[in-house]
């Protein structure tokens, strides 16, 4: 727990100071809880934790949200698909949890998004059992979110005509569809509700340190009683022990690695991880006209077109991955076929030279007997294939509060102590005070001379922790500048990363903590010297630090440029991997990093 005069926000603060001393909380301190993964379920979970009151410290081998909790869909939803599915009470937990985010938890993260259901074309009988089929499914997901009350966090569904669904999305083709049914989900910055849960953990006392990887469990008989550590940032210290009476592994789809760390005394996972690959690609607004989303069937997923601020963001596919988890990579088949199935309904069709960035994203599924990743269930489990090894796996981003709270009540009966979860009742930093300051928006923009765009852009990113990136351009005008590249985020937003969210490489924030990497034709190349220089000035960097990290985001657009030319996934795969990890994992596929320019 944190100190009784320390205000949430200086605690939370994940700052390179903060680091150091976790570090060596890391090291002198035994824990009641150990979390491995620092994507959105080990973040929750760690939050889950401290909340209770217990000793808390969370480890993640690369950033905050670096694998499969950056490359969503940017969706907080409920599954329509699976009402089809008939997993009733995984669309009913999902909506409660939508609920939650939008109204109580992270209203400044979560917002509602409309979303059109076009309804095909065909003869008069056909159009109306699909309209029925459709709506009867649309209808069910409102009932389930709670049909009225404040804690729906959305509007109610709508039929539209064919007229009506084209004044919502002009770019539809006329011919393809017969109306549209009109609902709304939840939109999310995936990474930054990540960031968001690791700094509210922080701040209740959760140790946090990222480029801190695991490399095998410390044991007493039968028993993990903690976990050896490798410092990613420091590659020449030695490896740590870290102590606690309870190690939790959030792993997504490296859960069979943890298991497989205990071979030498025959433990059997318990659960087995498949890894489907997600492809999405973000097109400018301008490329499509239209005021809301679509969701559309295919033959092998289902594929969104959602409105991504001055963006949209289409995907995705869902195919078997093999290859490297930490880069996945997406080919030109996996372009070609996202830009034929949305050409399917669009009036202008899009074309490679539309794509502004593209991302691949591993989902982790609990591994059945279907051949399709599509048809594999988005249940979780929890299991302890070892006294003192908790591993939690599968689910979807959006019910990562219920599996942090399912894997720490296992934890906390181990531990022997009765404290139920809190989080369905604890908001966010920055979720507090926001609808004030979203109302009083215009006069803050006025006190502090800047436009009110600016005060809405930063506040649909940090909420009421605005106030602080405020502050720090009050204190440094120079940090209102716009980004170069990328105008709509300012140089405070770099500065702020670093030195609040735990960012440690230009990656960490191009990436992640900003989205220039997606949202701009040349993935950040352009934006790459500017960011260096306001984020070695918060770091200390010299200039062989900054040359370093410069020439590793170029490499890496590059490598990633190359890899989504490629016509199938080995090739793609391997034209990604040509560009080595900032965080050295080249080391860990037999690489001499002394030969490498990282």
């Known amino acids: 727990m944190r100190e009784p005069m320390v205000s949430r926000y200086t605690a939370g603060r994940l700052s390179p100071i903060r680091r150091l001393a976790d570090l060596r909380r890391l090291q002198d301190e035994q824990f009641d809880v150990l979390v491995v993964g620092g994507g959105v379920t080990g973040a929750g979970a760690a939050l889950d934790a401290a909340s209770r009151g217990l000793k808390v410290a969370l480890v993640e081998a690369r950033d905050l949200a670096a694998g499969t909790s950056s490359r969503s869909s940017k969706l907080i939803h409920g599954g329509l698909r699976y009402l089809e599915q008939l997993e009733l009470h995984l669309v009913h937990e999902a909506l409660t949890e939508r609920g939650l985010l939008s109204t109580r938890l992270a209203p400044h993260l979560v917002r509602p998004v409309p979303i059109l259901v076009p309804l095909p074309a065909g003869n008069p009988a056909a159009r109306v059992a699909r309209r029925a089929y459709y709506g009867l499914g649309v209808a069910a997901y409102d009932v389930f979110a709670g049909v009225f009350g404040p804690g729906r966090g959305m509007p109610l569904h709508r039929h539209l005509t064919r007229d009506g669904a084209r004044h919502l999305f002009p770019s539809l083709r006329a011919e393809a569809v017969s109306g549209a049914i009109r609902y709304y989900d939840g939109q999310v910055d995936d990474a930054r509700l990540v960031v968001n849960l690791a700094r509210t953990a922080a701040s209740l006392g959760a140790a946090v340190v990222t480029s801190a990887r695991v490399v095998g469990f410390v044991r ?53 991880v498949r ?26 997923s289902v594929l969104f077109v959602i409105p991504w601020g001055g963006h949209w963001i289409i995907g995705t596919t869902d195919t078997d991955w093999k290859l490297d988890r930490s ?42 007997e279907a ?31 219920v599996m942090a709270a399912d894997v720490i009540d296992r934890a906390v009966r181990r531990l022997g102590v009765d404290r139920p979860s809190r989080t369905a009742e604890l908001p966010l930093l920055g979720a507090d005070g926001y609808a004030a300051a979203w109302r009083d928006r215009q006069d803050t923009a006025r006190r502090h001379g800047i436009t009110t765009g600016v005060i809405e852009h930063l506040l649909e990113r940090y909420g009421t922790l605005s106030v602080h990136l405020l502050a720090m351009i009050k204190a440094d005008p120079a940090l209102a500048t716009p980004l170069a590249g ?10 702020y990363a670093a030195l609040a969210e735990g960012a440690l490489h230009l ?29 070695g ?18 490499a890496r657009v590059t490598a990633e440029r190359q890899s989504q030319t490629m016509d199938d996934d080995v090739a793609a795969d391997a034209a990604r991997l040509g560009a080595p990890d900032v965080r050295g994992y ?8 002394l030969q490498v320019d990282l």
């Open 327 to 368: 880069h996945p990579a997406a080919s030109a088949r996996d372009i070609r076929y996202l830009l034929d199935q949305v050409n399917e309904v669009l009036d202008r069709p899009l074309t490679v030279d539309d794509i502004e960035g593209v991302y691949a994203g591993l989902r982790p599924l609990l591994s059945g």
């Open 507 to 535: 990656d960490d924030v191009l990436t992640r903590r900003l989205r220039i990497s997606i949202e701009t034709a040349h993935r950040g190349s352009d934006s790459v010297i500017h960011a260096a220089e306001v984020m």
């Open 275 to 300: 890894a489907s690959k997600g492809v999405h690609l973000v097109v400018p607004r301008s490329a499509i006209t239209g005021e809301a989303g679509l969701i559309l069937r295919t033959p092998t």
């Open 537 to 554: 000035e918060a770091l200390g960097w010299d200039r062989a630090v900054r040359e370093r990290e410069i020439e590793h985001y170029v």
């Open 371 to 401: 051949d399709s990743t599509s048809k594999l269930s988005r249940e979780h489990a929890v299991v302890e294939p070892m006294l003192g090894l908790l591993l939690v796996a599968g689910g979807k981003y959006t019910t990562y509060r």
């Open 486 to 495: 990328a105008p709509e985020y300012l140089a405070a937003e770099v500065a």
């Open 220 to 272: 007493e008989a039968r028993e993990v009683v903690g976990v050896r550590v490798r410092d990613l940032e420091s590659p020449g210290s030695p490896e740590f022990e870290v102590r606690a009476r309870t190690v939790v592994a959030a792993t997504g789809v490296w859960s069979d690695d943890m298991s497989q760390m205990l071979r030498d005394v025959g433990v059997r996972p318990g659960l087995r």
């Open 586 to 593: 080249a080391a860990d596929r037999g690489i001499d990093l």
